[in-house]
């Protein structure tokens, strides 16, 4: 606690500031007792079957998290890669002391009409500022799923007013639509791919494949599910294997396209990750998102690339999309977590007249957004995460060597990282195990796993501690 | 912006902190020429159509919005009705300036996995010190849409564990639902209302029904939809009409459900707001919803009570169905808005496992909800709002005497009050016309208007200006 308050003092230097914890440190096993008592306290109010443990996030500080057994942890997972520049960072910390931002955090207004003067400024200098190429057009909302759902809309909507050419609605839209019903609700849908994973609330819940327990239950709509590419590693081994899996996924994409149109369901809009991340670290190439891309172009199809988990640079670039080197790679791109602000990117022809909300986003997450991209350009860390992405991919193709029965298919793009393992009972040991020590990694799929992280330290703190460099999911 | 500086000053006192304005100030007419100017570069990056005109929120004080010229308003329109205790609430810079508070801002947790230390007791002492009667969990949310959403879902999942009894998903379940297919996405459905507003994410629109221009163009689901009483005014003079009126209403409810049931879409889940607010202020008497609340209990549905706009207060009770003075008022009651975090209660049974995000709320927004109750609490604003309303609608009654073709059905509950308008020419042009005399307004719905705020110095603002106290919509 000690350390927080120097943040407030006006002595305080920026050498002051600017401490890092030096390695893990642990006390007890996790859960501690703490949290085991504040468990029991809060599963009378809530369901609390996901919860690790609680934290001290006054005591947390760069890449290492704090429990409320005085656990110190360097943490991989980051707030399910939500977190962008660590904890604590000394930028946020002095932005909160400046008065002159104070209103911006008790005045929420309902940006959509009443946004504050300083609005289209700030949001030139933060979201603008690393638009996607052909995209000068931004729309903030709360969080990912929104953004997802109101993209999905925009597609609609853009979708029918093509449809309709010049013409304005016409009655019988109007009046059916009030009713949930064809013509003015059509028969329109989006078409996802198995192992996607765009978010929980209805809309998005559809295009959403990566596990069973997301999905059972909730009513959904019958919208086309094609193949995401199961690429065999390593990928110098299998190039001709790899090129036609994704040839086969390509032409599936087609069939569907045409097959639902055909069902009078047509593909208003393709929403795809550039890395399929809650679905198990699925990567695919270059050429495939451009193919697919093109695809989307040919059919009449809106692209929507979803950047919730990739954008922010745990890739190596801001943009995961910008892996794939086009000039047009997208009609619309979401983001959220990492970005602390949710919404999407669009093209002009996208232009979401209609779409609203109270909020439409907070303007006080923006004011950290804007300080975080500087942090991230001062201090490089698209170089680094690119340069910590290579030494950790490193350390898990050597240890899949070490471990050929149990580590498989290392994989990743800057620190966007995973490995598999050979089953669920090791994997979970090996979680387990690591956390003791100090590590706090995501699991992410059944019998796969994932690391991601963004911070100077990355290599040092992996590097110096290699034999628990994994990561393993339920 | 000099009286800012005064909260962040160790020797300020509460008597400084204590300002108000005392009344509105206009320097031009409304958007004014800076407004313009901003309205221009905003426009090359997002939709501008809604924008009403840009604030100075540094500026804004309590009860007065003022604007980037200088214009200072009375705002009875707070944000779409999500500012509970006006602007610059002293206690809420007082909470901005306690360096402890800095890092729930900074460090915003996934609150489903790694809560704060603190994180059960400020549950505890915001959001259940004003539990509805009969819940004792509630979950957070980021916003009303998502909050409907993960609400709608904890209904399907329930009713779906009713009918397998204490049976695990079997294999056909699991399989499904991966591709949006029954048994595992089953079809089933909400029951809601026409007239009704419950958000613009795919699910909650499905059960909204206010305005075409919400619905157009986005798929939907086939759900079944019943009539909210159109009651006639004066009540007194309309007791048996409207009385039949509800009947039939209540009667169309069981009918749907009977049938839905037969087509194999069961009703899950039964949702209504207290008072339809964005549908155009429609009201219904406590009878209605009890006799609803009954109906759902014995058709097996669940009762869902969506307090996004109704909740907080501005009815002079802290939520809406406590006029309907029952026990059991509801399986789960949502809100947002004036609570500053989305989220739902809910009774035991629907239990969400399941329900789950990246962030679940955000916990700098409960910090301010637990400053904003006990504000409530010893400011007396319930008995405000209660005392404001009676001179408010005390005061719309009087205007509808005295213009008898122009204005009608003068209603309300608390400052939740609306007046009609005889057609929208009128209505657009006595709205432009109070803007201009300092009196922000909101349009509610076609030829309809509400009035609502929530502040000390309401009775006086709109008492001594009555001739400004009306309101008017698109």
Request: hydrophobic share 35%.
């Amino acid at each position: 606690m000690t350390a927080m308050y120097l943040y407030f003092s006006k002595t305080a230097t920026s050498t002051h500031l600017d401490f890092d914890y030096d390695g893990p440190s642990m006390k007890t096993t996790v859960p501690g007792p703490h949290s085991q008592d504040l468990l029991k306290q809060l599963g009378d109010i809530q369901n609390v079957g996901a919860i690790n443990f609680f934290c001290n996030y006054e005591k947390s500080r760069g890449n290492y998290l704090v429990d409320v057994d005085d656990n110190r942890m360097l943490d991989l997972y980051t707030q399910i890669s939500s977190i962008p520049i660590g904890y604590n960072h000394p930028a946020l910390l002095k932005l909160m002391s400046n008065p002159n931002n104070m209103s911006t955090f008790v005045n929420r207004p309902a940006l959509g009409i009443l946004p504050p003067h300083n609005f289209p400024d700030k949001i030139t200098q933060s979201l603008l500022s690393v638009a996607p190429s052909g995209m000068t057009r931004v729309q903030t909302m709360a969080c990912g799923s929104c953004s997802n759902e109101n993209a999905y809309k925009a597609m609609f909507i853009w979708y029918r007013n093509k449809e309709r050419g010049k013409n304005t609605p016409s009655n019988e839209d109007i009046s059916t639509c009030m009713i949930n019903q064809a013509p003015g609700c059509p028969d329109l849908s989006i078409l996802s791919f198995m192992g996607a994973f765009h978010g929980r609330t209805m809309g998005c819940l559809a295009t959403t494949h990566s596990k069973s327990i997301h999905k059972l239950d909730v009513p959904s709509f019958d919208w086309p599910i094609a193949p995401f590419p199961r690429l065999q590693y390593p990928l110098e081994e299998f190039t001709r294997e790899n090129g036609q899996e994704e040839a086969r996924c390509l032409e599936e994409v087609e069939d569907l396209i045409v097959k639902w149109r055909q069902r009078g369901k047509p593909v208003a809009g393709i929403v795809i990750e550039p890395i399929q991340a809650e679905g198990g670290d699925n990567h695919a190439s270059p050429d495939f998102f451009r193919s697919l891309r093109n695809i989307a172009r040919k059919h009449g199809c809106a692209f929507h690339v979803d950047e919730v988990q990739t954008g922010g640079g745990s890739t190596g670039k801001f943009w995961a999309h910008e892996h794939w080197g086009m000039d047009d790679p997208a009609d619309i791109v979401s983001f959220s977590k990492k970005l602390l602000t949710g919404g999407y990117y669009h093209k002009d022809e996208l232009q979401p007249y209609r779409i609203f909300n109270t909020w439409m986003g907070d303007p006080s997450k923006n004011l950290f957004l804007l300080e975080v991209l500087n942090v991230i350009r001062r201090e490089n860390l698209l170089e680094q995460v690119t340069h910590s992405g290579k030494a950790l991919l490193d350390g898990l193709q050597e240890l899949q060597v070490q471990y050929p029965g149990i580590l498989s298919c290392a994989r990743g793009q800057g620190t966007f990282c995973a490995i598999d393992v050979c089953d669920d009972e090791t994997r979970n040991s090996i979680l387990l195990k690591t956390r003791d020590k100090g590590i706090q990694l995501i699991i992410v799929y059944f019998s796969t796993c994932v690391l991601w992280t963004w911070r100077r330290h990355l290599t040092v703190s992996l590097g110096g501690s290699s034999e628990s460099m994994g990561c393993w999911a339920p």
